[in-house]
């Protein structure tokens, strides 16, 4: 067994939330970039120079990107050949009061979805812990807004409705989101599953590298046709017009039930945060 | 695109009426800033007909929950928040003297009927661009509801704060419009 004590962990989700909260990382540049050359809006062309310029400056001066910092989103990936010294989940919830903290990012998380009372430390924090093979400890950090988080979707279909129920639901979220949800997007859909993995897969869809195409030749035929789709609604950069909506969609699938056809749709504002970490 | 509107804040009637949905404008002068909870204390006053903690008259509220300043900074990120959600309590606020919001996102009809009836207007700042935005923003106090933290009541001084009039007074709807501009219907449904 390898140890592993609870304290690194702490430490390692601390940096990740500030480096996620700074600078966006350089897939979603790039994507961003090759945006500027397929908008043909020239207001949209305009503000992609603008969320490019702004990316620049929040990392070199260590401000956040984005003032809702998010709810931070933890994906725990635990070898089960590695021992955790101590309590993982409670060394996540200080790593992000930590990072939160120290980092001047923004506490956004009340304590009761009804009472409404800030918990000042940005905790708890949501976190999906797997255990996997091997002897480290995978540490992946999502920071969500709630501008996009908001504007997600799930419904359960029926297998009838097929990839043109998708297509509804995909299109109906992204438009209804318009400039809300702060496109360009990356849109995750989660298909298959349960109700609740439907909603995780559309989840982790949104980790894959911006722009990446499923490894199932189906599955990637199905992200090229929404992209075609969501990117000729004209909601464009900001909502104000233009042809890049989404830099990318991302499809994750699972078996699923002879009678089911869950769908989630996630959607993801252009500041798509995230670091991560192996121990 | 035009060069982009001066505007200086407090509007006058004057200064709302002659804005159009699609204009670029670079506002200056003090405007509030409030969000959710804010919104919704100020809210339950008036309807319980009670003295407002803040003067609204002509005023413009900027959506913006900003992150807490590094010392010695003005102020943390501080871009412009979701506007919707401020849609309940908007009519009743433009009724009190509010002349304009900064925010992100489309208005309920309510609000846009309103802003037509009470001459208002709303501005789309970019959202996700905060870091940007905080270097317009030259002064910053909490003056109302300090428990509410990030979501208190702050005097804010902007320097050409750059937006783009959203809805105008007139029934002008700039987010509609641009979108229909790049709507491919074809492609869409085919």
Redesign the interface.
């Known amino acids: 067994m390898r140890e592993i004590a609870a304290s690194q962990i702490t430490d390692t989700v601390a940096q990740l939330c500030m480096q996620a909260a700074y600078c966006l990382p350089d897939d979603v540049v790039a994507a961003l970039r090759a945006g500027v050359e397929r908008e043909?809006?020239?207001?949209g062309k305009?503000?992609l120079r603008?969320?490019l310029?702004?990316a620049d400056?929040?990392c070199g001066?260590?401000?956040?990107?984005?003032?809702?910092?998010g709810l931070a989103v933890v994906f725990a990936d635990v070898g089960q050949e590695a021992r955790i010294i101590g309590d993982l989940d409670e060394a996540i919830h200080a790593g992000v009061r930590r990072g939160y903290t120290e980092g001047?990012?923004?506490?956004?998380v009340v304590a009761h979805p009804l009472a409404?009372t800030?918990t000042?430390d940005n905790t708890p924090a949501v976190v999906h812990t797997r255990l996997v093979a091997g002897d480290k400890v995978h540490l992946f950090v999502a920071p969500k807004g709630?501008?996009s988080e908001?504007m997600s979707a799930l419904r359960m279909l029926k297998p009838a409705d097929g990839v043109e129920g998708i297509r509804r639901l995909v299109?109906e979220t992204v438009e209804q989101a318009?400039?809300?949800a702060?496109p360009p997007l990356i849109v995750g859909v989660g298909l298959g599953g349960t109700m609740e993995m439907a909603a995780l897969l559309a989840k982790r869809a949104l980790l894959r590298r911006v722009g990446q195409a499923s490894a199932d030749k189906t599955t990637a035929a199905l992200e090229r046709d929404l992209l075609?789709?969501v990117n000729?609604?004209?909601?464009?950069p900001?909502?104000?017009?233009?042809?890049f909506t989404a830099m990318a969609v991302h499809v994750e699938t699972y078996p699923c039930h002879i009678a089911s056809l869950p769908v989630a749709v996630n959607l993801q504002?252009?500041?798509a945060r995230h670091a991560e970490a192996e121990l | 695109m035009s060069k982009p509107i001066r505007i200086t804040t407090p509007l006058s009637g004057e200064d709302v009426e002659r804005l159009q949905a699609g204009d670029e404008v670079l506002i200056s002068g003090v405007v509030l800033g409030a969000r959710d909870a804010a919104h919704q204390r100020l809210f339950e006053l008036i309807q319980a007909g009670q003295r407002l903690p803040v003067d609204l008259e002509g005023q413009v509220i900027y959506y913006v929950g900003p992150t807490p300043p590094r010392p010695g900074a003005v102020i943390g990120a501080a871009g412009p928040t979701t506007a919707g959600r401020m849609d309940p309590y908007t009519p009743a606020l433009l009724a009190r003297g509010l002349k304009g919001m900064i925010g992100k996102g489309t208005r309920a009809r309510e609000v846009i009927e309103a802003l037509r009836k009470y001459r208002g207007v709303y501005f789309a700042g970019i959202g996700g661009a905060a870091a940007l935005l905080a270097k317009h923003i030259k002064e910053a106090e909490v003056i109302a509801y300090p428990d509410l933290a990030t979501e208190a009541i702050r005097r804010l001084v902007l320097e050409d704060f750059p937006a783009i009039v959203a809805n105008d007074c007139h029934g002008g709807d700039a987010y509609r419009d641009a979108r229909e501009v790049y709507r491919r219907e074809r492609e869409l449904t085919g």
């Open positions: 043909q809006s020239p207001r305009a503000i603008l969320l310029e702004n400056a929040a001066e260590r401000t956040p990107l984005c003032q809702d910092t001047y990012l923004r506490a956004s409404r800030n000042g709630a501008g908001n299109l318009g400039p809300s702060c075609g789709r000729a609604t004209g909601i464009g900001s909502g104000l017009g233009g042809t504002c252009h500041a």
